[in-house]
């Protein structure tokens, strides 16, 4: 039976790509906002692309933000946040005023490269990982796995044991989190091809 994965829509997010990835690798998404329709999925991913704030208003409007608390803290169901995803994990950004998910001792913060690197706001382009530990997310995964990002804000976790991977853009930033059943990828899996194929089998195969 395939794993039944609820891709979250609220209004903020590369749903489609996503919803083909999961199918090619063997997934049954299910796209919704409605709080009954998320409880009878197996795992979710939360995807994101723009605005802090709005997306944690758009997450409140539908009714989601103490839901996905209950899911995922209270239930322990698996969640993976992508993007501003997982930015939206940690407790607050540089971005907005809003407090975020806080499923993850986290802040997110603006990139302010070196000036002498001429380095352009948003990092754009394909990165290589820099593996911080050993974990089922990234497994079959090493440091020549190339991700695909856009992004003009970065994770900081205040726990060193949640950082998964890193990446490099003028500064050493979090690539990837995980704390209990929560993950977190600053890049776009659905847009990695193979290296985005191997994470997301990973993460359907994990029973955590």
Request: aromatic content about 4%.
């Given at each position: 039976?395939?794993?039944?994965?609820?891709?979250?829509?609220?209004?903020?997010?590369?749903?489609?790509?996503?919803?083909?990835?999961?199918?090619?690798?063997?997934?049954?998404?299910?796209?919704?906002?409605?709080?009954?329709?998320?409880?009878?999925?197996?795992?979710?991913?939360?995807?994101?692309?723009?605005?802090?704030?709005?997306?944690?208003d758009n997450l409140a409007a539908a009714g989601l933000v103490d839901e996905l608390k209950d899911l995922v803290q209270g239930r322990g169901m698996p969640m993976l946040g992508i993007c501003l995803g997982m930015q939206l994990l940690g407790c607050s950004s540089e971005e907005g005023t809003r407090a975020g998910l806080g499923f993850v001792d986290a802040r997110v913060h603006r990139f302010v490269p070196p000036s002498d690197l001429r380095l352009k706001v948003p990092h754009m382009g394909w990165s290589n990982l820099e593996i911080a530990r050993s974990s089922s997310l990234l497994a079959g995964l090493d440091r020549d796995s190339r991700f695909y990002f856009v992004h003009s804000y970065y994770v900081d976790c205040a726990n060193d044991s949640d950082v998964l991977a890193r990446a490099n853009y003028g500064q050493t930033f979090v690539a990837a989190l995980e704390r209990g059943n929560v993950r977190g990828v600053q890049f776009h899996p659905e847009k990695s091809q193979r290296f985005g194929i191997r994470l997301f089998q990973n993460f359907l195969n994990d029973d955590t």
């Open positions: 039976m395939a794993v039944r994965v609820a891709v979250i829509d609220y209004g903020m997010g590369n749903i489609g790509s996503i919803c083909k990835m999961l199918r090619h690798v063997g997934a049954e998404p299910v796209v919704s906002s409605e709080p009954r329709q998320l409880r009878t999925a197996d795992k979710l991913i939360l995807p994101g692309v723009g605005h802090f704030d709005r997306a944690m």
